[in-house]
C-alpha cells in the first residue's frame, strides 16, 4: 500500500524572507520593551517609586514633616539630673550643677551649685558631703534639701571632664571678657570672644570662674549650656547611642543602657531641634 505523502508547503523566495522579517522585528520589539521596562524599574527604584519626583517634580515631604512634628509633640519628658566635677587628688567638688530637661519645650534649665550650700542636716555643705559620703548620698540629701526627685547623676574627675571635652573636639564657649589669671594651681589667659576652647583650657576656664562668686557660678551655667548647644546637633542624631557608650565609658554616672533607650527619642529630639528654650537660674 503507498505511503501517504507528507504536507508540503511550497513558497517562494519573497515569502520566506518577509516571514523571516516579521520574525525578526518581534524579536527585537520584545527586546527593546523589555529593556524600556527595566529601565523605568531602575528608575523608580533610585527614586525610592515616587513617580512625581522620578519625572522631574519636587518630591512629597509634606507628610514626614507633620508626622516628625507629631511625634515630637506626643513626645513628653521632664527630667532632671545633677552634674560634677570632682578633683581627682583631694575629692572635692570642683564645681556642680543642676539641670532640668523637658520635652516637648525643648527646655533647658542650668543652675550653678554654690559649693558652700548648706544640706538638710545643717551638718555639711555640698562639698564636705560629697568629699566624705560620694555621689549618692549627696545626691539623696540634694533631694531633701530641694523638694523634688533627680533622675540621675553624671560626674567627672579632673582627666574625664577633659577626655569627653577632646572626645567632641573642644567646646565653642563665649568668653565676655579678657582673661589674665595667674594662679598658683594654673594660669588662664583667654581672648574675649566665642571660641573652640580645649579640654585643658576650658577645664581651667571653668575653675577660674568659680572663683568669681555669684557672677562667676551664672558664667559656669552659660558654659555648661553652650556645652549642650555643641553636643545636642542635628548630625550627632545618629551618634547618639555612641555617645552614650562613650560617656558611660568614661565618666561616673548611675544612667544604664536602659535610662538610655527610654529617653532616647526625646535625645534625637534635642539633636534635631536643638535647644529652643534656654534658662540660667540662681537658685535650684
Known sequence: MAKRPKNIMFRTQKQSEDRGFKRFSVIFASCVVIILIVSCLAILKKYDFDVRTAMGGEPETTTEAVSQETTQLQLQADKTYFFWCADSEKGGL???WIVNFRVPEMSATVCSLPLDMMLSDGAETLDSSFKKYGENATVDSLEKVLGYEIDGYIGSDDESFKAMINYFGGMNITVPEQIEYRGSEYTVILIKGRQNLMADTLFKYMRYLGTLGPRGKKLQSAALMEMFDCVFKEKNTAKAEKYFS???????????????LESKKSIEAFMQGGIKDKNIVESP
Request: glycine share 0%; net charge neutral.
Open 246 to 260: 562613650k560617656l558611660s565609658n568614661t565618666v561616673r554616672t548611675d544612667l544604664t543602657i536602659v535610662d538610655f
Open 94 to 96: 570642683h564645681f556642680a
